[in-house]
């Protein structure tokens, strides 16, 4: 049995290193679904945990995957003082162990934060060679997938709605990795170089406030697109910085875009209660071009709701439903994907705040509220609840990450490992 271990973990190694990647928020096409994947479909404390570590400092970004390596960020406290550690942290897949973390940056925020923000909340992004990490107003920066330093950029600070922090995290494509810098006083997009940092491009986005979205990139039959949350959702070429087309999507916080081939599914979650614009969800169809009128039938829109509003978590399409998961209480509606009907709408029994993204995995749509219970559902508009699993591990605002055989689930305090692997 002695020799025998060896060789099982070296094997284990070996399948891990040609593990399917999740290097962005919500994945590879940005989307939430992973198939085939073969991830356990029960977890608890104690059931399917590889393994466990604890995490320090604070951060709310998604952990990301690329072959046997773990990446996430998160800001440590510098004690006796008001400043933190900006760290990036990489950890091996099929142990847990800390590969390798450097420091970004140390030093006072020169923004403030919501008490339940942190100062990690925007997810990392890779592109195979390297992974880029941004800190809100603090600092962007790239290493090696081996933990070298590359390049670093200090972007500026703006201040931020009701002192609330920032989330948008970089996306990248092209050889640029691309930042939106939402704020009260000089919202703007930037795209840097992946080799050196140096700035490609620069759009103002001047009519636009505090945002806290991802961009996502959009490859379909057509082109390649950076779509790019807002008010007004914005589409631009990766290459140039121009505006392909733009739709006013009412509401203040944007939610995550979400595309399926050649649909394009937006919108914002509604504020009208708040004084607000009121939001819809709306299906952008690809080729898209000018500026599109949602309450007007035209040839880029396939559909518009104007009743549709998103939440916090970005929407899920998948098997030709949307699931809409609303920002309190535990309720979920799913939509016709191809009408944008809504089909259903009622709270998921037991469940709470969800804020992070849903998934679908292996034919199973996964819902976590913030206590760590995940709502395992059978994909359909009933919402029919065919499992329920709890973590325990504090607060859990992150979208989790699927690979071969694996969750990734991240707490306040914790990184969870999930795997059909027996209890530890």
Request: with cysteine; charged share 20%.
């Amino acid at each position: 049995m002695q020799k025998l271990i060896p060789l099982a973990l070296a094997t284990l190694a070996a399948a891990m290193a040609h593990a399917h990647d999740w290097p962005q928020f919500r994945g590879p096409a940005a989307d939430g679904v992973a198939e085939g994947v073969g991830a356990p479909a029960s977890w608890s404390e104690a059931e399917n945990v590889a393994w466990r570590v604890e995490i320090p400092g604070e951060g709310w970004s998604s952990p990301i995957v690329v072959g046997n390596k773990v990446l996430l960020t998160t800001a440590v406290p510098v004690e006796g003082s008001r400043a933190y550690r900006f760290e990036v942290h990489c950890y091996a897949l099929d142990s847990g162990d800390l590969v390798w973390s450097q420091v970004a940056h140390e030093g006072e925020p020169p923004e403030p934060r919501h008490r339940d923000n942190t100062f990690a909340s925007e997810t990392a992004v890779a592109d195979g060679e390297r992974v880029y990490a941004y800190f809100g107003m603090n600092v962007v920066a790239c290493y090696t997938l081996d933990g070298e330093p590359v390049w670093r950029k200090d972007l500026g600070a703006y201040p931020i709605d009701n002192d609330w922090g920032t989330s948008s995290g970089p996306v990248v494509t092209e050889g640029k990795v691309f930042i939106q810098i939402d704020n009260e006083t000089d919202s703007h997009l930037v795209a840097l170089n992946t080799s050196d940092g140096e700035q490609a491009w620069r759009v103002e986005r001047a009519d636009e406030v505090s945002n806290w979205s991802t961009p996502i990139v959009w490859q379909n039959s057509q082109r390649t697109e950076l779509v790019v949350g807002g008010r007004t959702v914005r589409s631009y070429d990766p290459g140039s910085g121009d505006v392909l087309w733009s739709l006013n999507a009412g509401g203040r916080s944007c939610s995550g875009n979400t595309a399926t081939g050649d649909v394009l599914y937006v919108g914002n979650e509604d504020r009208s209660s708040r004084g607000g614009a009121p939001s819809g969800l709306y299906a952008v169809k690809a080729g898209a071009s000018g500026v599109i009128d949602p309450t007007e039938p035209n040839d880029s829109l396939l559909w518009a709701n104007q009743r549709g509003a998103a939440g916090i978590a970005s929407p899920l399409v998948y098997d030709g439903l949307i699931y809409v998961p609303e920002r309190r209480g535990g309720m979920m509606r799913v939509h016709d994907a191809a009408t944008g009907q809504q089909l259903t709408r009622k709270r998921l029994a037991g469940s709470g705040v969800v804020w992070a993204s849903p998934l679908a995995v292996d034919g199973r749509v996964l819902v976590m509220d913030e206590s760590g219970k995940t709502i395992v559902l059978n994909p359909g508009p009933d919402l029919e609840v065919i499992g329920v699993n709890q973590l325990e591990g504090g607060r859990f605002w992150s979208t989790p990450a699927v690979t071969d055989g694996t969750l990734l689930i991240r707490s306040a305090s914790r990184l969870y490992c999930l795997r059909s692997t027996g209890a530890i």
